[in-house]
């Protein structure tokens, strides 16, 4: 579980990981190849009221970005917490879209000008 990165493993994780020996998870959730036996990369991100709030499914050669996965969480914090929108590439600290048509104007005129 604690494998080295430089040995191909994930390194210490702060977080739990989930073991799908039998394949219902993979089943359940439409990323089971059944005849090979194997599942698509597959990464859901569930909110704490068991709503899923994002999925990304990968071919099997495709990596996922870690990165990406902890930026899309904190963009899903912060949109429970603001009510405002994260735009796409948005990261802690940038800024946001009011929900509506002038916060949407107002961010477009001020970011491409």
């Known amino acids: 579980m604690n494998t080295k990165r430089s040995e191909g493993g994930l390194g210490k994780l702060r977080y739990p990981l ?7 998870i993979s089943k359940h959730y439409d990323v ?3 005849k ?3 599942a698509l990369r597959g990464l859901f991100i569930i909110d704490p009221n068991g709503i899923l709030r994002h999925i990304t499914v990968n071919d099997l050669p495709i990596g996922r970005s870690v990165d990406e996965a902890l930026r899309i969480i904190e963009a899903i914090k912060f949109v429970e ?4 929108v994260c735009p ?13 048509p002038k916060g949407s104007q107002d961010y477009f005129k001020s970011t491409h000008q």
């Not at 917490?81 to 405002?84: A, D, I, V």
């Not at 796409?88 to 509506?100: C, E, L, S, V, Y």
Request: aromatic share 4%; proline share 3%; glycine share 10%.
């Open 18 to 24: 989930l073991s799908d020996i039998n394949k219902v």
């Open 32 to 34: 089971l190849l059944e």
């Open 36 to 38: 090979e036996g194997i």
């Open 81 to 84: 917490e603001h009510g405002e």
């Open 88 to 100: 796409a590439n948005w990261r802690k600290g940038q800024k946001t879209i009011k929900p509506d």
